[in-house]
């Protein structure tokens, strides 16, 4: 399993930054991404970085989210800034495509004033 941290209660506007550990190093060399699951809604991919470090974000965080990884320290990280009430949401890692086995527990970003 993957390993999520971060997350938190922030105003509009604000700046979160996440972070995925894979103590396994299950996730070296493969394309990774950030996934979040609103309340009611399905899981979407919001930003990966491809094996080349090519990066893909979603249209809704496209300027505002962006994605990195330190293979050597097996990391993964999401910078979240002007965040917005819609990005209130519970936020994962995982392979991309995902894989099943890895999903974690997730770390919840709230968006509110």
């Known amino acids: 399993q993957l390993m999520e941290s971060g997350g938190g209660l922030v105003q509009p506007g604000g700046s979160l930054k996440l972070s995925c550990v894979d103590p396994?190093?299950?996730?070296?060399?493969?394309?990774m991404g950030w996934y979040r699951q609103a309340p009611g809604k399905q899981r979407e991919l919001v930003a990966s970085?491809?094996?080349?470090?090519?990066?893909n974000y979603a249209d809704s965080v496209k300027g505002r989210f962006t994605i990195s990884r330190d293979s050597e320290e097996g990391m993964v990280y999401l910078q979240m800034n002007n965040l917005k009430p819609e990005d209130t949401a519970v936020y994962y890692c995982?392979?991309?495509?995902?894989?099943?086995?890895?999903w974690g527990q997730g770390t919840q970003v709230t968006v509110s004033s």
């Open positions: 995982n392979k991309k495509p995902a894989m099943p086995d890895l």
């Open positions: 396994a190093r299950f996730i070296n060399g493969y394309a």
């Open positions: 970085i491809n094996g080349d470090r090519s990066l």
